[in-house]
């Protein structure tokens, strides 16, 4: 079948996603196999008869591409590739585009959190696989606040471990996400404070997605960071930390008894740490702390 011009959108940008140097030919081959277009169909021409309408998809989908390169980081424009969905991309991708806009020039700032930057600001990632890196990185974190095993209990605790408070924290968060597959974005503003926004209402929700964007921020040198459901190295490197950063695995553990954790148990461990289920899940699972009960 030849696909629609958003249907389309998402493989073609997908084709240049490793960075290789392809033609437009190619491009339309990586397309063409994806979508398994005949050759009849390939043949088809738009009403003008100048040119056929899957060379004219996949060509408007290549000048988006150009256009995005530019408006955007590439590495952030990559984790929006890794989880975008085709059905309503472009629409998703242009909403991104203007609240990073938006996030640049948020006036709110966090003193504190960019003197802890400046000050921890980790020029490598520790060795290891990327699970075991966001594992480290939040350790050390955490050891350079002082925090001795104390779980971080929502934005609250999350913004007083920072040397801020409640509310200048919430006054970086200017808005929600509106995108499914996005969690969060950081935007690194000109004073070197951060704005957030994320996906998430609740407080232990947010506090999470704000701790994933803080990995980027106090690791990376990039302006931008997106947290995503993507299972790339990076999201999962920003996952880890922010489940250690708010729940180490040690102080988990001193508190589990038994072999096997129900889901009644998975919430009452994250009402007793103030913090999401899914850290509690992630670090039991992770860690190997017990095993989780399944259900059918």
Known sequence: ????????????????????????????????????????????????????????????????????????????????????????????????????????????????????????????????????????????????????????????????????????????????TPFSTVDGLLVLKESQSPAFATAHANDEGKAFAISRCLFDYFVSDSTTALVTKSRSDRQKRNRAFAAEFLLPAASLRAVISGETITTDNVDDLADRFGVSAFVVRHQIENHKLARLEQFD
Request: proline share 4%; no cysteine; glycine share 8%.
């Open 1 to 176: 079948m030849i696909p629609d011009y958003q249907t389309a959108m998402l493989p073609t940008l997908r084709s240049l996603g490793d960075g290789a140097v392809r033609t437009a030919q190619e491009v339309r081959d990586f397309v063409a196999r994806e979508f398994k277009v005949t050759e009849d169909e390939l043949r088809q021409l738009l009403p003008s008869g100048t040119r056929s309408i899957f060379s004219d998809h996949v060509s408007w989908a290549l000048t988006y591409m150009k256009k995005a390169g530019g408006a955007v980081p590439s590495d952030t424009f990559a984790d929006f590739l890794a989880a975008a969905q085709p059905s309503g991309f472009v629409d998703d991708f242009g909403a991104i585009e203007r609240l990073i806009a938006e996030l640049r020039t948020q006036t709110a700032d966090i003193h504190s959190i960019a003197e802890r930057r400046a000050e921890f600001h980790m020029a490598r990632l520790p060795t290891g696989a990327p699970w075991q890196q966001g594992y480290a990185v939040a350790r050390r974190l955490r050891s350079y606040l002082g925090l001795n095993g104390h779980a971080i209990q929502g934005l609250r605790g999350l913004a007083e471990v920072l040397g801020s408070t409640l509310d200048e924290l919430q006054g970086a968060i200017i808005k929600r």
